[in-house]
């Protein structure tokens, strides 16, 4: 399904066929994963609706993402994230700054200290929090940039296997 827009800032979703198969009726609305899309009323109010648009669940707690290897990042009233699971139970305490989605079983994290890690999915800290930024991994590495502004690559063990150069 696509995402689509009526004109009035209200959206929906479309099949392949150009068909509407859930009306224009949000005032957010973000692509499908994993068998939900978030979707937002415009009050601030954040939810996941399945394919037949059916609310699946509203949130609660504030601003969300989409789901990725089955948890979605939440962010808790006081503005830390964490991770739920679609059973919607907090799985990963809301305790970081920012948060990245999961991928290849490891998500980016920052803490309070404003550095970057990642953490795997029992939100144990598999590489420590110390990059100025970091982004998820994909085919093995993930891109990060160090207290300098220089920008490497490393492997899921944190070792750097690549420092760009240009």
Known sequence: MAKVGDGNFKYGFIDKSGHTVIPCKWEYAFSFSEGLAKVSDGNFKYGFIDKSGRIIRLCQRGETSSFSEGLAAVMDNGGYWGFINKSWRIVIPCQWLKVRGFSEGLAAVKDRNGKWGF????????????????YSFSEGVAQVTDNNGKEAYIDKTGRIVLWRTE
């Open 119 to 134: 953490i795997d999915k029992s939100g144990q800290a598999v590489i420590p929090c110390q990059w100025k930024d970091a």
